[in-house]
């Protein structure tokens, strides 16, 4: 599934601090937007969120903006339970 991502370098903690206006979610990284950095630890971040391997999450578009679009292969309602909180 694709999703939009609006990514937070500099966090002082890693989470998903939940969704905008339009739709998409919003997602708190510690590390800087410097050499792809932030761009790694999202991936290693949602990937251990979401339970699924590394290999499963990637960047679509968005690798030098704070706007994203990430995919992510996986059953999507548990995907979507777990990125708004719900258990």
Do not use: C, H, T, Y
């Not at 761009?39 to 969120?49: D, E, P, S, T």
């Not at 590394?54 to 292969?73: A, F, L």
């Amino acid at each position: 599934m694709k999703m939009g991502i609006r990514l937070i370098p500099n966090a002082s903690r890693n989470e998903v601090a939940g969704r905008i206006e339009d739709g998409r979610f919003k997602v708190k990284v510690q590390s800087p937007p410097v050499e792809g950095a932030a761009n790694k630890q999202l991936i290693v971040f949602l990937a251990g969120f979401l339970r699924v391997s590394k290999s499963r999450v990637r960047i679509i578009s968005g690798e030098k903006s704070r706007d994203k679009v990430i995919e992510i292969v996986g059953d999507e309602a548990e995907i979507l339970r777990r990125m708004e909180g719900k258990k």
